[in-house]
C-alpha cells in the first residue's frame, strides 16, 4: 500500500491547451483521497529536469511512498518518472485523454470529467499497490543436458564454457547420436564448398575430459518434478538435483511407410539416404541387390508423391485442454488411466526436412563421385539450399558426373538386373523422361523425439509433454518469431533437430542459445525474479488458501503448468515455473489470487472509481476498455499520434494480459452502471501473437461463463465484448471503439443498473 | 585491469537480442547503433513470415526489456571507429553523430509542423518524405525527433528550432568521441539490400514502376509512406498484374554469389499483402527455386494454392517498360525453353541482403570473407552475430543472437 502519494499534473505537449490542469489539481487536493494525497502540485514541463527535481524534492522532504504522473503514456519519459524504492503510476493524460478526446457539443465537460476519472483511478491503483518481494529460494545451477548427440555435447561444452556445471543425458551406451553414423558431413564453415569431417571424436573427447561435465550414458530421464532451479531428476533410478534443462534429444528418422508410394520395402535398391551414410561410412556403398558397387545412382528429393494426404489448411488442433484422466478417478473407483501421447509423424516431416534432404543428396552425390566412373542424378522440385550453400550447390553444378535437375517424379519402377527406371515430367532435360540407375536414394525425414513421446516426463499437474507441439508438428519449437527459446514449460529449452530441422552448424549456434536461456533462467530463479516476457518482475502471484473452493480452473488455466494440486486439488504454486501474466488471478471465482503490485481489488477499485452519470442521456454513456499492456494499449497510443480519436465516454486501463482478467471487474464495472466493457487483447488461435500464449484465447472462453452471469442478471451479455487488436492495428482500433458505442451502447441503451 | 561489460555493435535485431540476453544475465552491455533509432532492418518491415505479425510487437517487448534493466545502455547515431586491447580489456572508440535534440523532446511534433523542405526518406527507401525534422517511423525508439540540417536552409532550421516549446533543439551540437572499456565484443551490424542500381539488366532502379522488396514493405505497412496501400509509384494506381522477379542479385558470380535465404519467404508473403487488397489481381512469381526450407513448406503451400498466382521457373532477362509506365520483362521460361515479353502495372525485384560490412575495413581486423560475410573474431574475444555472419531470416537471427551472447560472456567470465 502506497499511503503518501505525490500528486503531479503536467500542461505540456497541450495538455493544458485543453484541459484545465489548475482545475484538475484543485479537483485532487480538495476531492475524496485527499488524505492520500499530501502533494498536489502542477508544472508545466514535467518531464524537464527542473520538473523531475521537484518531484525527487517532494520524495525527500514529504517521505512520499508513491508518485501519481499524471502526463504522457508509460510507454514513454520511463526514464525520467523513475524514483528508486518509490513507487510510480502513470496517468496517460496527453495520448488517451487529451490528445485522442473528440468532443460531443451536446454534453458539457466531457474532458474534465474524464481526466478526474483518470487521475483518481491512478491515485487508487498506486494506494492499493505494494512493493513486491521476491521469494528467493536456494538454486541449485546444474544444467542438465538431455542428449548427446552433436547438439547435447555442443550444449554441454557452452556451459561448462560458461562456468556452470553439467548432466548430460544419454540413453545409447555411446555418446555422438546421429553424428556417429556420419562418413562426413556437408560443408559446416567458410568457404562451404567442401565436405567436412564432423569432428565428433574430439567433440565427444572435449566432453569426456572436461570436469565440469558429467556423462550419463544409457540413461533417460524417467521424471523431472518441481521447478526450474529445483528441479529433480529422476534419470536411471537416481535422484538428480538440477536448476534447468536443455532439451537437445534430436530426432528420427521418419517411418518408411510413407516413402512407398516411390518404391521403397518394394525395390532392393531403393534406399533411404540415412541407409545410404551408414553404407558410406561402413565399407562403401552397395547395392543392397547384389552388393556391387553402383554406377549410377539417383537421388529424389522431390517429395509431392509421398504428400499425397497432406493437407495443410487443416487446423492443427488445439482445442480446450480436457481433464485429465485422474481427474475422473472418482471415490477411487476407476483405475487412473495411463498417459497416452498421441504420436505427431505425419508425410509432412518429408517437406520439412527439404533443406537437409538437399545438403544431404548434394553430400552424397560427393560420395558417389568419389568412384570417378559412377554418375549421380539429383532430382529436385526446388534445391532447397538457401544461404550459403548456395556454393556448394555451384560445386555440384560444376562436376560433370552430377546431373541437376528440376522434376516432379512419376514413378520408380524395377529395370533388368535389379536397375531403376525414374520417370519423370517438366524437368530441364524434357517434358517426359525415363532414367535408369544402378540404385535410387528416397529422402530421410527429420522427425523429433518429441512427436513420438513426452521424452521431458514433467512430473506436472498438465501433463509430461509439452503442450501444443500439434502446431509445430512435435517439434519442440516456439511460436514466437522473435523469441525461439520461449514455450509453455519454463526451465526447459529446446535445441537442435528436436526443435527445427537444421544443419549442423546452425545446431552448433542453437547449442549455445539453448545453453544461455537454461543458464539465465537458473540465475533468475535464484535471484527471485521472472524469464521472459516480464523479465526482472519481481512480483509472483500470492494465495489466499483459506477461501481456495479447489475448483481447479486456476491450475488448468495456466498457460506454463505452474500449477500443480495437492490431493484435494489445492494449487500448489511453484513461483519459478510462473511467467506472471495473471491468468491464474483471472481464472480464480474466488478471488484468492493476486500480485502485490496487480491484484483484485486494485484493479476492481480503480474501475470503481469511473463517475458514472445516472441518466446516460443527460451525462452521455460510459465504457471501460481493459486493453493487453504489450498491444492493444500501444496500439492506442500509437492512434493518439496519428491524430485519431475516439468517444470521450471510455475509460481505458491497461492489464498484463487479458487472460489476467476476473470476472468480478466486469461485475465491478456492471453493478457501478457502466454500460459496457470492451476487452482488447492479442490475437489468438494457430498463430497466436498473446505473449502468454493463452491469455486471450481464455479471456475469450471465460467470456460465455461472463454473458451467463450478466443474462441471468438482466444485463445484455453483447456489452462484454472481447476485440483481437494487433499492434499495428492503430488506424483500426479508433473504429471498433465506435462500433461498440454504436453497436452496443447506442442499441440497448442504459445498464438497466445505473442509478443504484 | 580486466572488465566483464559487453559491447554490442549494431541495434537491430541481433544486437539487441544478444544485449538483452547478456544483460539479464547480470552483465552490463553498450549498444552502438549508427540509425538514430534500435530495431534496424525489421523495424522497416509490415510483417513477418510466415505469422504475417507485426515486428513491432516483438520490438515492443524488447524495449520493454530494455526500458526496465539498467544494465543496457545504448547510443544511437553512434559508430565504432577503432577497436584495440584484446579479450577481457578492450578500449573502444565511438564517435556519436549530432541528433541536435537533446533529452527533453517530448515528441509533441512541433518541430516538425514548423519544418516544410521535404527530402526523400531513407527509411522508407525514398518511396516517402521526410522533413527536416523527422522522427523515421511511428514506432521509433528512443521516441525522439532529430534534425537534419542538410535538409533545409539556416531560416527553416532557425524556425523549427524557436518551434520547439521545450528547449530541446541544439542547432550546434557537434559529433563526439568517447571510449568505452569492455572485455568483450558483439558484432551485429547486419545487412543493407543489394543497391538496385547494380542491377543495370533489371533496370537499375529507373523504372517508375519497379521497386524493391524492402520498398514493398515500407508501401504495406500501415504508418508507413501510403499509409499501406500497395500502389504504382508512377500514377497511385491500384496494380492488377504484378510480377515477382527473385534472385535479384542474389545467387548471381557477378553481385552476390550466395542465396540471402529470405527472399523467397518474402515474396510469397507480399503475395499475402497483394491478396488481402487484391483478390482478383493476377501475380506471376519468376524463381530458379522456391527456397522454403523446414516448416515454412506449410506457409509456401497454402500461399500458392491461389488460381491468380502462377510459378514460372525462370530467369527474367531484361527489364523495360512502355509509354504507359508498366514495366516490361523478358523472361526465359527454364523449363519450356520459351523466352518472350510480359506486361505488368507493378514489378518487385526480391532483391538480396548484402552484410553492410561489405566493402568496409572492419576494426579490430575482423575477417571476412569476398562477400563482407564475418568468417571469425572469436579468438579475439570477438563474436558475429546474425546476418553480419550468415544470411538469415528473423528467427534464426534472434537465436543467433541468443548464442553470441552466451559466447560474449564466455569471454569475460572468471576475469
Known sequence: MAEKLGVYICGGCDIAKSLDVEGLAEFVKNGRHQSLCPVVKTNSVLCSPEGKAEIEADIEAEGLDGVVVCACSPRVKWDVFEFGATQVNRVNLREQCVWTFSDDPDKENLLDSMAKDYVNMGIVYLNKSSVPEPEVEKCSETIMVLGGGFTGLNAALEVAKAGKDVVLVEKEAELGGKARDMYKSFPLTYPHTALQETGLDKLVAAVNSNDKITVKTSATLEKLHGAPGQYTALVNGEELSIGAVILATGWEPGNSKYLAPLGYGQFKNVVTTSEFEKMAKNGGIKRPSDSKAPKSVAFILDVEKFMADVDYSQRAVCEPPEELPCDENKDGEEECETFVYEDKESARHLAYSSEIS??????????????????????????????????????????????????????????????????????????????????????????????????????????????????????????????????????????????????????????????????????????????????????????????????????????????????????????????????????????????????IDQMGSAIKQVQVPDNMDEGGPRVIILACENDAYPALDMAAFRGHSWSPYVRVLPVRCLGSVNAIWVADAMSKGVDGVMLLGCKYG????????????????????????????????????QYEVAIDEYDKVPGMIEDFMTNVVAKFGPNPFKGY | MSNNSILVVGGGFAGITAALEAAELGYEVFIVEKNPYLGGRVAQLNQYFPKLCPPSCGLEIQFQRIK??????????????????????????????????????????????????????????????????????????????????????????????????????????????????????????????YPLEKLTNLGAGKVANVISNMQMERLASPSGPTNGRIVRPSDGAEPKRIAFVQCAGSRDENHLNYCSYICCMASLKHVRYLRERYPEAKIVIYYIDLRTPGRYDKFKALTVDDPNLSLVKGKVAAVAEDAGKNPILTVENAVTGIKNDEQFDLVVLATGMQPSAAGEKLPAGLPVDEEGFIIGGEDKGIVAAGCAKLPLDVMKTAQSGTSAALKAIQNVVGR
Open chain 2, 68 to 193: 526496465k534493466n539498467p544494465k543496457v545502455k545504448y547510443f544511437t547515431l553512434s559508430q565504432v571507429d577503432a577497436v584495440s586491447g584484446g579479450p577481457g580489456n578492450y578500449s573502444v572508440k565511438v564517435t556519436k553523430q549530432p541528433r541536435h535534440v537533446n533529452s527533453r523532446c517530448t515528441c509533441c511534433g512541433e518541430c516538425a509542423k514548423a519544418a516544410r523542405t521535404e527530402v526523400d526518406s531513407e527509411f522508407d527507401f525514398e518511396t516517402g518524405k521526410r522533413k527536416a525534422a523527422y522522427t523515421t517511423h511511428l514506432f521509433a525508439f528512443p521516441a525522439r525527433y532529430t534534425i537534419d540540417p542538410t535538409t533545409c536552409d539556416k531560416i527553416e532550421l532557425e524556425r523549427i528550432k524557436d518551434a520547439c516549446p521545450y528547449d530541446a533543439i541544439d542547432l550546434d551540437e557537434q559529433p563526439k568521441t568517447f571510449d568505452l572499456n569492455v572485455g568483450s565484443i558483439v558484432w551485429a551490424t547486419g545487412w543493407k539490400p
Open chain 1, 358 to 599: 538437399s545438403l544431404v543428396a548434394l553430400k552424397q552425390a560427393a560420395y558417389v563421385r568419389e568412384d570417378p566412373e559412377a554418375m549421380a542424378y539429383v532430382f529436385y522440385d526446388h534445391m532447397m539450399v538457401p544461404g550459403v550453400n548456395e556454393r556448394f550447390y555451384k560445386v555440384a553444378q560444376d562436376d560433370p558426373g552430377v546431373m541437376l535437375s528440376k522434376a516432379r517424379i512419376t514413378s520408380i519402377k524395377e529395370g533388368s538386373g535389379g536397375s531403376l527406371v525414374i520417370s519423370a515430367k517438366n524437368t530441364l532435360l524434357g517434358e517426359n523422361v525415363e532414367i535408369l540407375a544402378d540404385m535410387v536414394v528416397l529422402p530421410t525425414a527429420i522427425v523429433p523425439v518429441t512427436a513420438h513421446e513426452p521424452t521431458m516426463n514433467f512430473d506436472y499437474r498438465q501433463g509430461p509433454a509439452f503442450p501444443d507441439l500439434e502446431l509445430f508438428d512435435g517439434f519442440a519449437d516456439s511460436n514466437y518469431i522473435c523469441f525461439p527459446y520461449e514455450t509453455r514449460r519454463t526451465g526447459v529449452y529446446a535445441a537442435g533437430c528436436v526443435r527445427q530441422p537444421m544443419p549442423m552448424n546452425l545446431a552448433q549456434d542453437d547449442a549455445a542459445g539453448a545453453a544461455l536461456k537454461a543458464i539465465q533462467c537458473v540465475v533468475s530463479a535464484d535471484h527471485g525474479v521472472a524469464v521472459h516476457p516480464r523479465s526482472g518482475d519481481r512480483s509472483y502471484p500470492v494465495f489466499n488458501f483459506v477461501r481456495c473452493t479447489q475448483c481447479k480452473r486456476c491450475t488448468e488455466e495456466c498457460p506454463f503448468g505452474a500449477l500443480d494440486a495437492d490431493e484435494k486439488g489445492t494449487p500448489m504454486p511453484n513461483p519459478t515455473r510462473c511467467r506472471r501474466c495473471g491468468t491464474c488471478m483471472g481464472a480464480c471465482p474466488e478471488r484468492v489470487i493476486g500480485f502485490d503490485d496487480y491484484n
Open chain 1, 686 to 721: 494457430d498463430d497466436y501473437q498473446c505473449h502468454f500464449m493463452k491469455g486471450s484465447e481464455l479471456c475469450n472462453r471465460r467470456k460465455e461463463n461472463i454473458a451467463e452471469s450478466l443474462n441471468r442478471l438482466g444485463v445484455e451479455p453483447e456489452r462484454v465484448e
